[in-house]
């Protein structure tokens, strides 16, 4: 009889299908974390009892080593707002000799690239894109940057405080005159709450809301269909205000498209401060979410966490800042 082939030593990632978790909560329970609760803890080891998983010796050396890497997570590679972002990590990280690794999470379902981070054994975590779940303390320093609709538990959160933010654009706007603001918004926790402070405002004067988009993804795309569908549905808008300035650059194609000239026919606005909003085709007013003081702020608090593991979780908001740009600069009659 022709020999049998062995059979394929079963991995970590088998046991986290076996178990039906994620393959970060494994490794917690290897590690010995009191911060998985007894059924998940259950359900782990009864599926490395069924596969017959033994760790291997050599990954648990190297989870003890020093990687001296920092992974940041952010959501989109074609959205220009994480670059300052990174400027301010990179301006406290490299010097103490922490190289970034960045990767991208797009989808709404698996959370991919964490589980790639943890797989390779990062120092820490900057996760600044949307997770696909709620996750348990991760077993390294973490911290999420910006309004995410799922939570890293233990982890600290540094945000801009994105409704300040909103209330500085639509002042500005309510002071040229405008009335009938409408609103490009998208998926996602900042967007959501950019459109919550949005619909507040235009209520609280009495005013009319138009929005459109929150299906769509916060890219050009997404922006150009939202403006396009305001401009469809809503006659007599005087503004129109986008939940970042890669949507502002797709509302700006749109307005073209439909005849519209910016600021001449409507005024438009963004909110990041990106690169994109300080090219000159734009010259768009924005709001700075002072990304780079983000990424500061977070490199520091990495740090701090890299020698003491166990310091209290914090949370930390800076104020944004209103910059005026020429794409709102024509005032109208109040």
Do not use: C
Not at 92 to 120: I, K
Not at 259 to 264: A, D, I, K, M, S
């Amino acid at each position: 009889m022709p020999a049998q082939s062995a059979r394929p030593r079963p991995t970590i990632y088998d046991v986290a299908a076996e178990a039906g978790v994620s393959k970060s909560l494994v490794s917690l329970v290897l590690n010995g974390s009191d911060l998985v609760s007894e059924a998940r803890r259950a359900a782990v080891q009864a599926a490395i009892h069924k596969l017959g998983y033994r760790p291997s010796a050599a990954a648990a050396t190297l989870a003890a080593a020093r990687s001296n890497t920092v992974g940041v997570l952010v959501d989109d590679y074609r959205n220009p707002w994480f670059v300052d972002l990174l400027d301010g990590l990179r301006q406290v990280l490299e010097p103490e000799g922490y190289h970034l690794t960045v990767a991208e999470q797009r989808s709404a379902t698996t959370d991919g690239p964490l589980d790639g981070f943890l797989g390779s054994h990062v120092d820490a975590l900057v996760i600044a894109a949307e997770l696909a779940s709620d996750h348990p303390d991760l077993g390294v320093p973490t911290v999420v940057v910006g309004s995410r609709d799922h939570d890293v538990s233990g982890a600290d959160h540094f945000a801009s405080d994105e409704a300040a933010g909103v209330r500085l654009l639509l002042d500005h706007l309510y002071e040229r005159g405008h009335r009938r603001i409408g609103h490009v918004t998208g998926r996602g926790g900042s967007a959501r709450r950019r459109l919550d402070a949005y619909l507040g405002w235009m209520r609280e004067r009495g005013l009319g809301t138009f929005v459109a988009g929150a299906s769509n993804e916060t890219n050009e795309d997404g922006g150009y269909l939202g403006a396009a569908g305001l401009l469809a549905d809503h006659d007599g808008l005087t503004a129109l205000f986008a939940a970042n300035d890669t949507m502002a650059l797709g509302a700006r194609a749109a307005l073209r498209d439909a005849g519209f000239e910016v600021p001449r026919d409507l005024a438009l606005a963004g909110y990041d401060n990106s690169l994109l909003a300080r090219a000159r085709f734009l010259d768009l007013t924005t709001v700075d979410n002072r990304n780079e003081e983000l990424g500061v702020a977070s490199g520091r608090r990495l740090l701090g966490l890299l020698t003491d593991r166990h310091s209290l979780a914090r949370a930390s908001s800076i104020g944004p800042r209103l910059v005026l740009r020429s794409s709102t600069a024509t005032r109208i009659a109040g």
